[in-house]
Nanobody, 118 residues
Framework: QVQLVESGGGLVQAGGSLRLSCVVS????????MGWYRQAPGKQRELVAA???????NYADSVKGRFTISRDNAKNTVWLQMNSLKPEDTAVYYC????????????WGQGTQVTVSS
């Protein structure tokens, strides 16, 4: 069964950095677009960064120039490097695997908390 396991969240000071990891099991993985989302208390979940199976990337305007998404298909892993963190980045961050066939669902990780203090 497909499973996504996230790690790397924590408490950091404004201006600091964190590197989130998402390890996927039970999937071919290399064919799947991947994404990082975040959800702050009382707010809607939003896309932070996305990466295609071929490595093309896209970012939310609020994180452009600060965050970098990457993947290694041989390791079944996706990362989100977060630099110059701001208090506004505080949220639960979720990894998502996007299905490429209609017969299978998208999958989400359990989430990892990122807290940025001022």
């Amino acid at each position: 069964q497909v499973q996504l396991v996230e790690s790397g969240g924590g408490l950091v000071q404004a201006g600091g950095s964190l590197r989130l990891s998402c390890v996927v099991s039970g999937s071919i993985f290399s064919i799947n677009p991947m994404g990082w989302y975040r959800q702050a208390p009382g707010k809607q979940r939003e896309l932070v960064a996305a990466i295609t199976s071929g490595g093309s990337t896209n970012y939310a305007d609020s994180v452009k120039g600060r965050f970098t998404i990457s993947r290694d298909n041989a390791k079944n892993t996706v990362w989100l490097q977060m630099n110059s963190l701001k208090p506004e980045d505080t949220a639960v961050y979720y990894c998502r695997l996007t299905s490429v066939v209609f017969t299978t669902p998208d999958y989400w990780g359990q989430g990892t908390q990122v807290t940025v203090s001022s």
